[in-house]
């Protein structure tokens, strides 16, 4: 089979989520004993190389391994246009988007990824002109394409109730985690308790603040707080909170922000975290949590959205919208070390289901039967 997969998001920079789904998933499709007898295409826009003769990819593609670059010399809709004009003219046998917007015109073989719907949960984080595009889109791929792949049953459902789509056409393929060495040194000197996330209001970034307000008022906890990932919507209010934070006296707040973060720097903070608090108000799949359970941090996360499905038994669950039980679950991991080891060991046990090799074995098993 003639496979086409939207590769334009695998060589972007930084690679956040659906950039490193897309990355992985390529990376582990030309690994694959199975995918061997199949040819792939992969298209990605002129515009987005880089002026360097480099590699496109890190990784050595095979022969069946085929690089498409279409032109196009805008920043938007090569997708709807170029892309669309590939498929009309030179149609592969199956079309793998990794993310939800198919071309206008597109194979009827063709599978999209839906990563969440955050913006029908919080639709003040975005533009009219965005949430009109992200709905219209999403519509259009539950009704066109031949299979939906949702990164988690709880994003299976939301496009059920949210969509009418058809349960018979969504597949549940879960994203991966790298595992990644744990001998890692630490320049922290002091406890802290991290959040890894953009800092937003959707994150509940600020209920994060009054848990921690209520960790030293009331425990006496001695750890800071490490905020790391790039700032989003309701950014300035955060800043604001922070700033009136830091202005109590009578308390040892300490809070550092240390911005976007390398996967390096990831893992030397994780590697000394003595919790994880990802209470998010919603989430399509939560991969911070399952790189908490990876590196050995205990975890306390919200009983909402995909989280308690992706988390397994290796977290600590909570109202995202109580600041008392946020705070009361983070000092029992801190106070409670037969508790921490527990979870500890139950995280690491949940994530050695979620792999890449694994998402992209299924994920070409989805596209091979249409």
Not at 67 to 76: E, Q, S, T
Not at 126 to 137: T, V
Not at 202 to 219: P, R, T
Request: with cysteine; hydrophobic share 40%.
């Amino acid at each position: 089979m003639i496979i086409g997969l939207n590769a334009a998001a695998a060589i972007k920079q930084p690679r956040t989520g659906v950039e490193e789904y897309t990355y992985q998933l390529i990376k582990q499709l030309t690994m694959l004993p199975e995918a061997r007898k199949h040819r792939f295409l992969l298209y990605i826009p002129s515009m987005a190389l880089a002026k360097e003769d480099l590699p496109i990819f890190d990784f050595p593609l095979p022969s069946n391994f085929k690089i498409r670059i279409l032109y196009w010399p805008l920043p938007f809709l090569w997708t709807q246009i170029r892309l669309a004009w590939e498929m009309f003219v030179l149609s592969p046998e199956a079309l793998v988007i990794p993310v939800h917007v198919l071309p206008f015109f597109s194979p009827k073989n063709s599978v999209v990824t839906v990563h969440g719907l955050e913006y029908e949960y919080w639709p003040q984080n975005y533009s009219f002109w965005r949430r009109f595009y992200l709905r219209r889109s999403t519509k259009v791929a539950a009704k066109r394409a031949q299979k939906i792949i949702a990164i988690s049953e709880n994003t299976k459902q939301d496009l059920i109730k949210l969509y009418s789509a058809k349960a018979d056409k969504i597949e549940v393929v879960y994203h991966g985690v790298e595992v990644r060495s744990q001998n890692i040194k630490t320049n922290n000197q002091k406890p802290y308790i991290l959040y890894i996330g953009r800092i937003e209001t959707k994150k509940n970034v600020q209920g994060i603040l009054e848990a921690y307000k209520i960790l030293k008022e009331k425990y006496c906890v001695p750890h800071k707080l490490i905020l790391a990932g790039s700032p989003g919507y309701g950014y300035e209010k955060i800043k604001l909170q922070i700033k009136d934070l830091l202005e109590i006296r009578n308390l040892d707040l300490d809070i550092k922000e240390v911005g976007y973060i390398s996967n390096k720097e990831k893992d030397e903070l994780l590697a000394g975290a003595e919790v994880f608090l990802f209470p998010s108000l919603y989430e399509g799949f939560g991969l911070p949590v399952l790189e908490a359970q990876a590196m050995g941090v205990p975890v306390v996360t919200s009983l909402g959205s995909c989280l308690p499905e992706i988390a397994g038994q290796g977290a600590l669950f909570v109202d995202p919208r109580s600041s008392v039980e946020i705070a009361r679950a983070v000092n029992q991991l801190i106070d409670d070390k037969i508790l921490r080891d527990r979870l500890i060991q139950l995280g690491k046990e949940n994530v050695s289901g979620f792999n890449w090799k694994k998402c992209a074995r299924e994920t070409l098993e989805i596209v091979t039967r249409i």
